[in-house]
């Protein structure tokens, strides 16, 4: 039978990309619902400053992000212009590691300091993202995965499943990486990536170090146009409503799911064939409830990582920094090591969303537009340490991402005959392009258990498959 009415919940990239995939395989007569509660984009949000957009948060996309260099083609998006700036590392007292403009002397600085580790480090981040970028290769022949476990699998076999139970600095560890290089380099890129220290699993750790170490770009005019472009391209019916819970029913032997919701008019309810749940399970993060389940869907383990970004537009301290002298200030991101009295991840001099060909980035002496990652809201005292004065101060706080170190098993991607969880990839690693490639997943996974096609999902042996297909 024809697909009719399917349901997304939420509207951020997981949401906006599952739309647009489960309209290119079931085909444009699939009549699509995207329940939102707060708005288009989810955590791609933007904050004004001088009447300036700036990415809020998830700003920057790696180079081999395939589904998202896509998006960007298909919605006529353009990359926004790089601006070139350096970064370095610090511990509270001093820089552990700069970067300097001439490419082969921070080589040679991180040789150096680090010997050989740097390379091993980068053979190891090579060999996972060499592995993960088969999922393109077998999403384009159609294949999809019913569980993570079982995706994992296909791309590195037991030792990829390993590598979400398993720490980063244990991995690194194994394969030769000093312990000097974990604290000083390793520690400091997770940090600004997921606010979270080395023992975050291998595999999420991966994915952040192949980030900092590859080029990245982000879209003019915010990431965020992503996801209401994708909508629109899908004409997608986007209702403003927060989802209370889901209801099980059957008709003609079918399932059929009752979506329940609030919206500013009160509570409404609808029918769907399917739905795909885009929004965090976590109990911490929703109280969802899903009814007449037999079995009971199980409660989703796990907590988020409360994280802060505080948007501060003023004059920087630099002599916090060992700068008493602004204007000799060479840095504009600064990442920062694992350090107990160190009360921020990171920090970043930020471009606006949309940079003219005149835009020039602001001088360190010169008031700009800083982000700080940090895990509490910044005091007083420590904006005043961190800046000589300030104009504005935006905070916006979120549980961004999973806290690795509390989770052991990976969440399901089927709670239901039709009815399917995304947000639970983000237990592997937390980025927007894992996000898009498990969109596509669940696309494929829905389509190919609607038409009964088995020999499409979980295959064994996909590499020799793949190449014999070719």
């Given at each position: 039978p024809p697909l009719s009415p399917a349901a997304v919940v939420g509207a951020g990239l997981g949401g906006s990309a599952t739309a647009y995939f489960l309209q290119q395989h079931f085909g444009p007569q699939v009549q699509l619902d995207v329940y939102e509660a707060a708005g288009v984009g989810g955590r791609l949000a933007t904050v004004t400053v001088n009447k300036q957009q700036y990415e809020s948060r998830g700003a920057s996309i790696h180079a081999l992000s395939?589904?998202?260099?896509?998006?960007?083609?298909?919605?006529?998006?353009?990359?926004?212009?790089?601006?070139a700036g350096k970064s370095a590392i610090f511990s509270g007292e001093h820089f552990v590691l700069e970067e300097t403009d001439w490419y082969l002397l921070n080589l040679?600085?991180?040789?150096?300091?680090?010997?050989?580790?740097?390379?091993?480090?980068?053979?190891?981040?090579?060999?996972?993202?060499?592995?993960?970028?088969?999922?393109?290769?077998?999403?384009?022949?159609?294949?999809?995965?019913?569980?993570?476990?079982e995706l994992l699998r296909s791309l590195g076999g037991e030792a990829f499943v390993n590598m979400t139970q398993r720490s980063v600095a244990e991995s690194l560890l194994e394969v030769g990486v000093t312990q000097r290089f974990v604290d000083d380099v390793i520690a400091a890129?997770?940090?600004?990536?997921?606010?979270?220290?080395?023992?975050?699993?291998?595999?999420?750790?991966?994915?952040?170090?192949?980030?900092?170490?590859?080029?990245?770009?982000?879209?003019?005019g915010g990431n965020k146009l992503v996801c209401s472009g994708l909508l629109k391209l899908t004409k997608a019916n986007?209702?403003?409503?927060?989802?209370?819970?889901?209801?099980?029913?059957?008709?003609?032997?079918?399932?059929l799911y009752q979506v329940h919701y609030e919206s500013t008019e009160g509570q409404g309810s609808a029918f769907y064939d399917m739905v795909v749940v885009t929004t965090p399970l976590h109990p911490s993060r929703s109280n969802f409830?899903?009814?007449?389940?037999?079995?009971?869907?199980?409660?989703f383990p796990g907590a988020f990582q409360p994280s802060v970004t505080s948007v501060v537009h003023g004059y920087l301290n630099s002599s916090y920094f060992g700068f008493p002298d602004p204007k000799l200030f060479p840095f504009t991101s600064?990442?920062?090591?694992?350090?107990?009295?160190?009360?921020?991840?990171?920090?970043?001099?930020?471009?606006?969303?949309?940079?003219?060909?005149?835009?020039?980035?602001?001088?360190?002496?010169?008031?700009?537009?800083?982000?700080?990652?940090?895990?509490?809201?910044?005091?007083?005292?420590?904006?005043?340490?961190?800046?000589?004065?300030?104009?504005?101060?935006?905070?916006?706080?979120?549980p961004a991402y999973p806290r690795y170190d509390a989770a052991k098993a990976l969440p399901p991607i089927v709670l239901h005959e039709n009815?399917?969880?995304?947000?639970?990839?983000?237990?592997?690693?937390?980025?927007?392009?894992?996000?898009?490639?498990?969109?596509?997943?669940?696309?494929?996974?829905?389509?190919?258990?609607?038409?009964?096609?088995?020999?499409?999902?979980?295959?064994?042996?996909?590499?020799?498959?793949?190449?014999?297909?070719?």
């Open positions: 395939l589904h998202m260099q896509d998006f960007v083609k298909i919605l006529g998006l353009k990359h926004r212009r790089e601006v040679f600085r991180l040789w150096w300091h680090y010997g050989i580790s740097f390379l091993r480090l980068q053979m190891w981040v090579e060999e996972v993202m060499e592995k993960f970028m088969r999922i393109y290769k077998y999403q384009a022949h159609g294949y999809a995965f019913s569980s993570l476990e890129v997770l940090r600004s990536s997921y606010g979270q220290s080395v023992l975050v699993p291998a595999f999420a750790g991966a994915m952040s170090l192949a980030g900092a170490q590859g080029s990245t770009w982000a879209v003019e986007v209702i403003s409503a927060r989802v209370t819970g889901i209801s099980l029913h059957s008709s003609e032997g079918r399932a409830t899903f009814e007449n389940f037999d079995p009971p869907i199980a409660d600064i990442l920062t090591t694992d350090t107990p009295d160190l009360f921020f991840h990171a920090m970043d001099n930020i471009c606006p969303v949309n940079i003219s060909a005149a835009f020039r980035r602001k001088q360190p002496q010169e008031a700009a537009v800083w982000r700080v990652l940090s895990q509490q809201p910044l005091d007083k005292q420590q904006l005043k340490t961190l800046f000589r004065s300030y104009y504005s101060v935006q905070v916006t706080e979120w009815l399917f969880y995304l947000s639970g990839v983000e237990w592997v690693a937390s980025s927007m392009e894992m996000v898009a490639v498990a969109a596509k997943n669940v696309a494929l996974l829905a389509y190919n258990r609607w038409h009964q096609d088995l020999e499409k999902i979980d295959q064994k042996d996909l590499m020799h498959k793949v190449k014999t297909e070719l």
